[in-house]
């Protein structure tokens, strides 16, 4: 953990890096691509994505939080390991990268259970945090989550720092750490034609001037915010990409009381200050 601030109380901002470590199972599950050349488009996330990205937050002593589906940790468990064996969180992203929005209740329950059994099997340990596959969930989500103990969700977009999930009008005991599409590189950078229509091979300046605004928006405002970025392992591995986000990390540490935390620390967090129930 990197705290710049001397005290909670001198915090501005909470700073997540994210990384969804999808791997192949993305072209498989969700694009429905299983074709060689498709597929190995997630393999560079394996081979040259991850291991770039864990170099840059060694070289600053960064930690960081990486959703896993338990297909990739089945395929790439050293890769896996490596991210483990540096500190760095590991969270549950489906088990095939399978939307759950498109799941039968019975279908998610196969699907979390898979994914739990996976990261167990490779990493020695469970999840405490989950984020959708798809970027949708589907109604069972939140009671599925709330029976295997999930502490917090990162799928939903509703806010710029945590809050309680609601599911069906009730408050969950799931802390919620939001994304946001703007900060979320495949939303820039991917180039897809099939299934869906993503133009991507932004260039790298636009990137950074949308990500460096939002944070400096976030750390003038103060007030517990979190900025979360949602970065690809087969996306942000691009040389010319790197280099973008360790310019933005270089402006974010030159920020006094910015606490660059892990997602399980950041529900920890929020739950002390709201009091746990
Ligand atoms: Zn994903």
């Known amino acids: 953990m990197v705290e710049k601030a001397g005290s909670v109380d001198?915090?501005?901002?909470?700073?997540?890096?994210?990384?969804?470590?999808?791997?192949?199972?993305?072209?498989?599950?969700?694009?429905?691509?299983?074709?060689?050349?498709?597929?190995?488009?997630?393999?560079?996330?394996?081979?040259?994505?991850?291991?770039?990205?864990?170099?840059?937050?060694?070289?600053?002593?960064?930690?960081?939080?990486?959703?896993?589906?338990?297909?990739?940790?089945?395929?790439?468990?050293?890769?896996?390991?490596?991210?483990?064996?540096?500190?760095?969180?590991?969270?549950?992203?489906?088990?095939?990268?399978?939307?759950?929005?498109?799941?039968?209740?019975?279908?998610?329950?196969?699907?979390?259970?898979?994914?739990?059994?996976?990261?167990?099997?490779?990493?020695?340990?469970?999840?405490?945090?989950?984020?959708?596959?798809?970027?949708?969930l589907s109604k069972a989500t939140y009671s599925l989550l709330t029976e295997y103990g999930f502490e917090y969700d990162s799928s939903q977009f509703g806010a710029d720092r945590p809050y309680w999930v609601e599911d069906k009008g009730v408050r969950t005991n799931i802390v919620e750490i939001p994304i946001a599409v703007e900060l979320t590189d495949s939303c820039h950078f991917m180039f897809l034609f099939h299934p869906i229509v993503l133009p991507g091979l932004s260039a790298p300046s636009k990137v950074e001037e949308i990500w460096r605004g939002d944070f400096d928006g976030a750390y003038e405002e103060g007030g517990n915010g979190c900025y979360l970025l949602t970065m690809h392992p087969q996306i942000i591995g691009r040389y010319h990409r790197l280099q973008m986000v360790e310019r933005l990390i270089c402006h974010m540490l030159e920020h006094d009381g910015v606490w660059f935390a892990q997602m399980g620390e950041i529900a920890e967090d929020f739950r002390k200050r709201e009091g746990a129930r």
């Open 10 to 136: 001198d915090r501005r901002l909470t700073v997540a890096l994210t990384f969804d470590f999808d791997a192949e199972s993305y072209w498989i599950g969700t694009a429905k691509m299983d074709f060689p050349a498709a597929v190995s488009r997630g393999t560079y996330g394996a081979t040259e994505g991850v291991p770039r990205i864990l170099k840059l937050l060694s070289k600053y002593d960064l930690p960081a939080t990486f959703f896993i589906p338990g297909y990739t940790a089945d395929r790439h468990p050293d890769v896996v390991r490596s991210i483990a064996d540096a500190g760095h969180e590991i969270g549950h992203h489906g088990y095939l990268h399978e939307p759950p929005n498109l799941l039968t209740p019975e279908e998610e329950r196969e699907m979390i259970e898979r994914g739990i059994e996976a990261l167990k099997r490779v990493v020695g340990k469970r999840p405490r945090g989950y984020r959708s596959p798809s970027g949708e």
